[in-house]
């Protein structure tokens, strides 16, 4: 089987959420198997930065109505994949990534690009899976023009995250695409008075999958879907939640070369002992009888941050440590400097990112903090029962998925804390409810952690119900 993943952002090279970590991984994964796997990027000045000894194999030229646009393809295998950057100087040689005016024109480019890419390298799928807004006219573009090398290719695109939906104006349906404004006027990829390529890329997909089953439920409802209930309803049966996975030799505390000491379920008391000390002296924090929580995330009002500071100022005040990693919204960021200045023996904080850090602050703390708006899987709270560090989530999307809550009833089976309204109080409850049992309740404490450290969040489950979803397509 030839498949070829078609996403903004993938790992190794360029990330900037959880994305690229699903997008690689599952690859990944899918090699091992036995498939062979493309991703298409565009070639950004991050993977440009890198100085990847790659192959040049071949030019494109990409008209966007009255624009032509002419790129360099370059190849590079990593973990058996096959690996091919776009290059265009004037829409990929940028500091950032996303969030710029011209992002739908770059991602139209891109998917123009990346129509041509796989005739050229001769690289003819039997399933192109799309990700998310960015490359959500693919399927649209290639199945209105008829185009021949592509007539026996099986679709799929995934939803990672609603609230991004490639809303553009509709005019660019020919403008950039070179597409029929019959399309707007037939409903297929009109959205809100726009056209959406979020919408697009679901109508002329084969299947249609998220990251974790919850979330698909969510999706299906008024009040959870963006707006894009009617549109996955339209799409109910073929659509599907698999809930990620997260890749366990890049998050491993047996072998990770980041974190102060390694450790696993045998030694894990002393392994996390270890840990905490190394980051509270790395954010000067002093008491290590104190409970850590901790936050590695982007800094968003999507990720709950006005329940996760409501929780620090109170956390701190009974004597808890917390220490804050990620950067975002200027305000949040402002929220975080205030906090450390007024609690500077409890809270520390990192404004930006730092991967080895961030790994440190996994193995060393006692709790994770995810209260999130909403989630359609998430990440942190896997990598933190991977350290054997308890999550306190909101159970929405995928947390509730992977996250099953201590309610004093189910010590044997619990491996972290939730609670379901979005509001501060459920939030500092919750997390003072963590912090009575880290300190008199020691033995379910141990239990938790146990429990944590063998929750099984690897790829192995999930890219076999991908690998039976891409099958039944074929047949």
Known sequence: MKIAMICSEANPFIKTGGLADVTYSLSKELVKMGEEVMIALPYYNQIKAKQLAVEYVGSITVNMSWRVETSSIYKYDCDGIHYFFI????????????????????????????????????????????????????????????????????????????????????????????LPDSLYISGQVEFKGKVSTLKTGIIFADKVTTVSPNHREELLTPEGSMGLSDVLRFKEYDFCGFLNGIDYNEFNPSSDKYIAKEFSLKNYLTGKKENKKAVLSRFNLKDETAPLYSLVSRITWQKGMNLVFAAVRDLAKRGANIVLLGSG???????????????????????????????????????????????????????????????????????????????????????????????????????????????????????????????DNSWEKSVRQYHGLYSSLLK
């Open 87 to 178: 290059e265009n100087r004037h829409y990929f040689e940028r500091d950032g990534v996303y969030g710029y005016d011209d992002d739908g024109e770059r991602f139209a480019f891109y998917t123009l690009a990346v129509a041509q890419l796989m005739p050229l390298v001769k690289f003819q799928p039997d399933i192109i899976h799309c990700h998310d807004w960015q490359p959500g006219m693919l399927s649209c573009y290639i199945k209105t023009n008829k185009m021949d090398f592509y007539k026996n290719t099986k679709y799929v695109f995934s939803i990672h995250n609603p609230a991004f939906q490639g809303m553009i104006d509709r005019y660019s349906l020919g403008d950039l695409y070179n």
């Open 329 to 455: 919204e200027y305000d949040c960021e402002q929220q975080m400097e205030a906090l450390r200045r007024e609690f500077p023996d409890h809270v520390g904080i990192y404004v930006g990112y730092n991967n080895a850090l961030a790994h440190q602050i996994y193995a060393g703390s006692d709790f994770f903090m995810m209260p999130s708006l909403f989630e359609p899987c998430g990440l942190g709270q896997m990598i933190a029962q991977r350290y054997g560090t308890l999550p306190i989530v909101r159970r929405t999307g995928g947390l509730k998925d992977s996250v099953i809550n201590y309610d004093s009833s189910n010590a044997s089976t619990s491996n972290g804390f939730g609670f379901d309204n979005y509001s501060e109080w459920d939030m500092v409850q919750t997390c003072v409810y963590a912090l009575d049992v880290y300190y008199n309740h020691k033995d379910v404490f141990k239990e938790l952690v146990k429990n944590a450290l063998k929750t």
